[in-house]
C-alpha cells in the first residue's frame, strides 16, 4: 500500500508513520556522532556507508508521500541551534583522506563540470538539518517535525546523502576491489596483503585526491 497524504495537528498523537521516520532520524544522528568520535576508525566508512542508506530510506518515505500539512501557516520557534562546528571538525579529521570529493549537483540541470565537496560538511549539515525537525518532534509538534524533514529532504538533504552515498559507495569498491592500489605484482595474493583496512582506505583515499588533482 502507497503512503498517502499526512495531514496532523498539534494535538494529535505520533501515528507509526512519524515513529519510524523519527526513529531513523534519532538513530542517524546518534551514529554519526558516535562515529565521529573516532574510536573505531577502521570501520568509519561501512559504518558511515550503513546510516546513510537507512537514512535515504527513510528519505524515500517522505518524498513518496504527497504532502505533509502542519497546522500553523508559520513554523514555530525551535530554539537556538546546536553548533555543528565540532561535528564538522571531527570527521574533516576523521575522513582526511578521502573527505573531498567530486559531484555534479542537478543531473538534470545544465551540464556542468563536476564540483568539489566535504563528506564531513556534508554530514555536519545534515545532521544539522535533522536535529532541527527532532526539537520539534520532541516537543510534541510532530506535524511540524514531519513537514521540516519532507522538505528539507526535497530541497536538501536528499540530494546531498545521495552524493556522500556515492561518494562512500565508490571509496569502498575501490579499496574492496583493490583498483586505487595500482596493478598487483605477478602472482600477488590480494586477498592478504598485508595491510590494515585503515591502510587500504588511506591509500585508496591519496591516490583518489591525486587522480582528481586535489
Known amino acids: 500500500m502507497s503512503e498517502r497524504s499526512h495531514t496532523l495537528t498539534h494535538n494529535d498523537e505520533p501515528d507509526d508513520f512519524a515513529v519510524q521516520i523519527?526513529?531513523?532520524?534519532?538513530?542517524?544522528?546518534?551514529?554519526?556522532?558516535?562515529?565521529?568520535?573516532?574510536?573505531?576508525?577502521?570501520?568509519?566508512?561501512?559504518?558511515?556507508?550503513?546510516?546513510?542508506s537507512q537514512l535515504l530510506l527513510a528519505g524515500g518515505r517522505l518524498g513518496a508521500i504527497e504532502d505533509v500539512l502542519p497546522e500553523d501557516r508559520f513554523e514555530p520557534d525551535a530554539g537556538?541551534?546546536?553548533?555543528?562546528?565540532e561535528l564538522r571538525d571531527r570527521l574533516a579529521e576523521l575522513l582526511a583522506p578521502i573527505d573531498v570529493y567530486h559531484e555534479v549537483f542537478d543531473p538534470y540541470g545544465p551540464s556542468e563540470m563536476p564540483n568539489a565537496f566535504r563528506i564531513s560538511d556534508d554530514l555536519a549539515g545534515v545532521v544539522s538539518e535533522l536535529r532541527?525537525?527532532?526539537?520539534?518532534?520532541?516537543?510534541?509538534?510532530?506535524?511540524?517535525?514531519?513537514?521540516?524533514?519532507?522538505?528539507?529532504?526535497?530541497?536538501?538533504?536528499?540530494?546531498?546523502c545521495s552524493a556522500v552515498l556515492r561518494a562512500l559507495q565508490s571509496l569502498v569498491a575501490?579499496?574492496?576491489?583493490?583498483?586505487?592500489?595500482?596493478?598487483?605484482?605477478?602472482g600477488a595474493d590480494t586477498d592478504n596483503d598485508g595491510l590494515s583496512d585503515e591502510e587500504l582506505e588511506k591509500q585508496a583515499g591519496d591516490l583518489m585526491a591525486a587522480e582528481l588533482g586535489l
Not at 534519532?26 to 556522532?33: D, G, I, K
Not at 537556538?80 to 562546528?85: A, L, W
Open 22 to 52: 523519527a526513529d531513523s532520524v534519532e538513530s542517524f544522528v546518534l551514529a554519526v556522532t558516535e562515529v565521529a568520535k573516532g574510536d573505531e576508525p577502521g570501520s568509519a566508512i561501512s559504518l558511515l556507508l550503513l546510516e546513510v
Open 80 to 85: 537556538p541551534e546546536p553548533d555543528g562546528v
Open 132 to 160: 532541527h525537525g527532532l526539537t520539534h518532534y520532541r516537543e510534541g509538534r510532530i506535524s511540524e517535525a514531519l513537514w521540516w524533514w519532507q522538505f528539507s529532504y526535497l530541497s536538501n538533504w536528499g540530494t546531498t
Open 174 to 186: 575501490h579499496v574492496r576491489l583493490d583498483s586505487p592500489l595500482g596493478a598487483a605484482p605477478d
